[in-house]
T-cell receptor, first 116, second 117 residues
Framework: AQKITQTQPGMFVQEKEAVTLDCTYD???????LFWYKQPSSGEMIFLIY??????QNATEGRYSLNFQKARKSANLVISASQLGDSAMYFC?????????????FGAGTRLFVKA | NAGVTQTPKFQVLKTGQSMTLQCAQDMNHEYMSWYRQDPGMGLRLIHY???????DQGEVPNGYNVSRSTTEDFPLRLLSAAPSQTSVYFC????????????????FGEGSRLTVL
């Protein structure tokens, strides 16, 4: 069975500082994808970053980077130079390719508060 | 570009009523799925489909039915609504194949807020 765990219900960070949002996963698939999505207070879901299980380098997209540690089954999101607009819910997600049947499951989310 | 379109955006039902949440996408995505979002529980997968004529259950399928007669449409049916089905529902689609341009990320609709009294 697949499972995503996000252990931080809420996080605070000072504007312009970096913050790490934790995500651990469990899967029996050898091939899978890991994703992070942002949900602002307006409610829409915004894709941020993707890491494939066979990618050797950590993914980066602008101020977002994914700290992928395969042996530890963790896929933490790092946001550098936080901005007030980063205040939102953040969800870690995983798509299993083999036994997962391509379905994508989500963690419970972390609410990030950026302080001015 | 329409993307993923969900209707209705808001709905209030009485216990025992039935309704269908509509979802349509115009991106020719093979994969479509329905999630419900409840406070503190993230997005939970209800049903998903990897192509026309193929559907499967997700994490919380009870009380919901789906069908996939075309690539574009993936309606979610509540046959007898219960207060426990009060939630925000999201439809999402993606291409199945991953590659240089497709990571398999989900494209979401705007969500449908359902209240069951």
């Amino acid at each position: 069975a697949q499972k995503i765990t996000q252990t931080q219900p809420g996080m605070f960070v000072q504007e312009k500082e970096a913050v790490t949002l934790d995500c651990t996963y469990d899967t029996s698939d050898q091939s899978y994808g890991l994703f992070w999505y942002k949900q602002p207070s307006s409610g829409e879901m915004i894709f941020l970053i993707y890491q494939g299980s066979y990618d050797e380098q950590n993914a980066t997209e602008g101020r977002y980077s994914l700290n992928f540690q395969k042996a530890r089954k963790s896929a933490n999101l790092v946001i550098s130079a936080s901005q007030l607009g980063d205040s939102a819910m953040y969800f870690c997600a995983m798509r299993g390719i083999n036994t997962g049947g391509f379905k994508t499951i989500f963690g419970a989310g972390t609410r990030l508060f950026v302080k001015a | 570009n329409a993307g993923v379109t969900q209707t209705p955006k808001f709905q209030v039902l009485k216990t025992g009523q039935s309704m269908t949440l509509q979802c349509a996408q115009d991106m020719n995505h093979e994969y479509m799925s329905w999630y419900r979002q409840d406070p503190g529980m993230g997005l939970r997968l209800i049903h998903y489909s990897v192509g026309a004529g193929i559907t499967d259950q997700g994490e919380v399928p009870n009380g919901y039915n789906v069908s996939r007669s075309t690539t574009e449409d993936f309606p979610l049916r509540l046959l007898s609504a219960a207060p426990s089905q009060t939630s925000v529902y999201f439809c999402a689609s993606s291409p199945l194949t991953s590659g240089r341009r497709n990571t398999g990320e989900l494209f979401f609709g705007e969500g449908s807020r359902l209240t069951v009294l």
